[in-house]
C-alpha cells in the first residue's frame, strides 16, 4: 500500500464525485490534504479533518494564486475540478464553450501553474496529476460533446507541455482519461446503460494515488483508465 504519510497534497473537485474519493483514499493513506472548494456545505462529513478553504472559485485567477501562497511545503496537486456537458454543435453557444474551457481547462492551467511555483520552491520534487478524458484521446468520440472536447484536450495538451517544462526539477506532470466512470450521477443520467462496463471511482482514485507518489517517476502520461464500454 502506497503511503502520502504527512505529504502534503491538494485536491480540486473534492465536493465531487472522483475528487471525494481522490482525497478519502489520500486522508487513508496519511496524506494532508488541502481542499479549496466554493463551498463546505457540499463536502462529504468524512472529509473534514482536511485543510478546507472555502470560496475558492478555480477560474479566478487572484483567488488560486491566494489559496496556493498560503500552503506550507507541497508534494503535490490533483486536479478533479472540472464539468461536462452534452450539448450538440447547432446548440453550442460561445457561452457554452466559455464555460466548459473555463471550467476544465482554465482551472487546470491556473492550478498547475501556482502549484508548479510552490513545487520548484520546495527541495523534493514533486506531482501535478490532471484529470483529462477519453475524448481528448479519442476526438471522434467526441459528438455532440464538442465544447467538453475541446476543453479537456487542452488539458491534455497542458500536461504534456508542463510534463516537458518541468522535468528538469524533478516534477513529474502526468493526467488520467477515464472512460464513463460508475457514479450516482451517471446512473441516474442513463439509466438503461450497462454499468457493468464502467469503470469505478476507486479504481481510478488507485492510478491518481500511483501518479501522485514518489514511486512514479514517469511524467507527460495520458493514463488511459477504460472500462469495457
Known amino acids: 500500500m502506497r503511503t502520502f504519510q504527512d505529504l502534503h497534497v491538494v485536491v480540486t473537485g473534492a465536493t465531487g464525485e472522483l475528487g471525494g474519493a481522490v482525497a478519502a483514499l489520500l486522508l487513508e493513506r496519511g496524506a494532508r490534504c488541502h481542499l479549496p472548494v ?13 485543510h478546507v ?8 485567477e487572484a483567488g ?7 500552503l506550507p511545503e507541497l508534494w503535490a496537486s490533483i486536479h478533479c475540478a472540472g464539468a461536462f456537458a452534452y450539448t450538440p454543435i447547432e446548440a453550442a453557444s460561445g457561452a457554452d464553450l466559455d464555460k466548459m474551457l473555463a471550467v476544465n481547462a482554465r482551472s487546470a492551467f491556473l492550478c498547475a501553474r501556482e502549484a508548479a511555483r ?16 477519453r475524448q481528448a484521446l479519442e476526438p471522434r468520440r467526441g459528438a455532440g460533446l464538442v465544447p467538453y472536447t475541446m476543453s479537456k484536450a487542452a488539458v491534455a495538451a497542458l500536461t504534456q507541455a508542463l510534463a ?12 488520467v482519461a477515464p472512460s464513463i466512470l460508475d457514479t450516482p450521477a451517471n446512473r441516474a443520467a442513463m439509466p438503461n446503460a ?9 479504481e481510478v482514485a488507485e492510478v491518481m494515488l500511483f501518479l501522485a507518489s514518489p514511486d512514479c517517476t514517469a511524467s507527460g502520461t495520458l493514463a488511459q483508465v477504460y472500462g469495457r464500454a
Open 38 to 50: 466554493r463551498s463546505a456545505a457540499k463536502l462529504d462529513p468524512a472529509l473534514a479533518r482536511a
Open 53 to 60: 478553504v472555502s470560496g475558492i472559485d478555480l477560474a479566478d
Open 64 to 70: 488560486v494564486t491566494a489559496f496556493y501562497r498560503d
Open 118 to 133: 510552490v513545487l520548484r520552491a520546495g527541495a523534493h520534487g514533486g506531482r501535478i496529476v490532471n484529470v483529462v478524458s
Open 164 to 175: 516537458e517544462e518541468l522535468a528538469p526539477e524533478r516534477i513529474g506532470v502526468n493526467a
Open 194 to 202: 450497462d454499468v457493468s462496463k464502467w469503470i469505478s471511482l476507486a
